[in-house]
């Protein structure tokens, strides 16, 4: 009786510093993306999460635990999106326009987290910087997946000849301002316009020109035929 009683609290417990975790990371990702990591305080992250500051310590030791939490949960959740978007048997283009849709749609849908994103030089530049195992691994699969795709686009003849590693970094420097553009003004566009003109430029700056203007007439005949 004892032991249930004592397995029953335990459990109790268990789910009652589950859900202050939720709420503190939750929390802690509006005040970083508002304030930055070095400019934001625990109190704030513990008055966002509506509890006390002696009960958000229970569940994580301080700023930079938390900071570093959010990064875990987001990079895993993040990479898994893209991997489930590659299609095995498309050609590369197809899979890195797939791949890279995912990624953006991911930020997109997660404002804070992307704000928080484009503040982390390990976002497009420098793989090594990272808060968390979890962040590098994830940046080091992702990075992996698009050299490797655009390694068999341009032995296809279908992206331009240069080195696929530096490509990528290419790739997500751009993006990474594209995004921040987007939030500095606004997100005055919709979602849909955003990635629609980014996946363009992805095609328009790394695609071999006669493969970019075959596939910006297919889109023009595409575009006619729904207006007909």
């Known amino acids: 009786m004892a032991s ?11 789910a009652r510093n589950e859900f202050y975790l939720e709420r ?8 970083f993306a508002e304030r ?9 992250i513990a008055d966002e999460a509506g509890i006390a500051l002696g009960t958000l ?28 978007a590659l299609r095995p048997d498309a ?21 804070e987290y992307l704000r928080m994103h484009l503040g982390d030089s390990s976002a497009w530049g420098f793989g090594g ?9 994830a940046w080091r699969r992702g990075h992996e997946t698009e050299v490797g795709l655009f390694e068999r686009g341009i032995d296809e003849g279908v992206f331009i000849d240069r080195d696929p590693s530096l490509l990528v970094r290419m ?10 553009h987007w939030i500095e003004g606004g997100r005055k566009e919709t979602p849909e316009t955003l990635l ?11 695609c071999r020109p006669e493969v970019a203007r075959w596939l910006a007439a297919s889109e023009r005949n595409t575009r006619r035929g729904r207006h007909r």
């Open 57 to 84: 310590y229970k569940v994580f030791r301080g700023k930079a635990e938390i900071f570093r939490s959010i990064h875990e949960r987001r990079s895993r959740d993040l990479f898994a999106a893209c991997e489930a």
């Open 196 to 206: 629609a003109e980014m996946r363009v430029d992805l095609v328009r700056t790394f």
């Open 24 to 31: 503190v990371v939750e929390a802690a990702e509006r005040v």
């Open 171 to 180: 790739m997500a420097a751009i993006q990474q301002v594209q995004l921040a």
């Open 36 to 44: 930055s990591f070095d400019a934001a305080k625990i109190q704030e």
């Open 91 to 111: 050609p590369p283009l197809a899979q890195l326009l797939d791949f890279v849709t995912a990624y953006l749609e991911f930020l997109i849908a997660h404002p």
């Open 129 to 137: 910087r990272f808060e968390t195992h979890v962040q590098a691994r």
């Open 4 to 14: 249930r009683k004592t397995r029953a609290r335990k459990n109790l417990s268990r």
